[in-house]
């Protein structure tokens, strides 16, 4: 297959140039990006990409809790689609590549082979997935999770930001009404295709333009409060304190200790912390922080979350004070699919494409996918290893590279 012919009369943009367009809706002060689940520039940028979708000749719609798709209906209607593309929402001050690199990888790969091969045997659909990171709401693949039947409706109940706004009524805000859900299980998709940014310094470091993904970490995620009692800073002597925070500081000393000697893939995170009433004269009367695990070995990731929760009942009992390690997220390590990474590594080779075969520690929705479906993810290098901020780079010759190859894969899932 040669995805140049004929590149040159259509219409396509550049991929930066797609990259910058995206990256306009939630731009932030720094440079970054900022599309939580459900806020107006989310919506924004979904309404932004259904337009494009339909420009490009697609076929569009929305789905129950905002999953976008764009589809190029196939000759063989009856048979599975072929799916690709990633997550438009971003952390608090993100980068412009995240998730967002996915959906355009898709939307270009599409065009091109449209304007090349003309129709498909098999439907070929983009989707901007409506949620990935947890940013805004204690929960996360709230896109692929309803999609792949991992979410109903009932797992969004009681959640809310930190505003007090529920997911309910943040998604009714939105125009996708709670009442009006029906169910987003698709049981029609024969391969799901993931290009994303690597996030990491591997790919970069030995030289490679690509990575092919075989495993993804698991992860657990927690949110662990300490109940003391707040008293005044300058009257309380330091034997009679119950400091919510300075037991917290005791287990989060902990937690990167024991993530240290337990073995050298896993990683622990301590990314929040919020202690109550939170002023310089009060001693804090609780605190509350987050705890992000990661290891691709779900043994050694259970057995040192045990010894955590072990840990913070030590600390219970040791201070006279509550320690509540409330788990909310778990994903469980994914093999994706032997035969596709195959695929990618014989693709990458005939196209003389620098490719390594690697794990990814970040959490993606592929992962969630690939118990579902046959899974394939891609990755192209993170400049400096930069990732989650507005430094995150990818140059446009690199971003090239994945498109690439995942033009070909489709070509080879769709048409072939």
Known sequence: MNTNTGRDQINIPANEELIEWLASYGKTKDGGVERLLYTEAWLSAQNAL?????????????DSVGNLFGRLEGSEPEADCVLTGSHIDTVRNGGKYD???GIIAGLIAVQRLMNEFGRPKRSIEIVSLCEEEGSRFPITFWGSGHITGRYGLED??????HNGISLYEAMKACGFDPARYTSPVRKDIHRFFECHIEQGIVLEKTGSALGIVRHI??????TIKVNGESNHAGTTPMPFRKDALAVSADIIHFITKTAASTHPDLVATVGQIRPVPNVPNVIAGEALFTL???HQDKDILQEYCEEIHRYCLHCEAAYLMSVDMKPWLEVTPAELDPSLFQLACHTADRMNINARTIISGAGHDAQVFAPFCPTSLLFVPSRNGRSHCPEEYTPPEELEKGIELLTSMLYQSAYV
Do not use: P
Not at 156 to 161: K, V
Not at 217 to 222: E, L, S, T
């Open 99 to 101: 998730g967002a690199y």
């Open 156 to 161: 969004g109940s009681n959640i809310q930001d």
């Open 292 to 294: 992000d695990v990661r």
């Open 50 to 62: 259904k337009e494009r979708m339909e420009s490009i000749g697609l076929t569009s719609r929305f």
């Open 217 to 222: 970490v698991g992860q657990k995620r927690f």
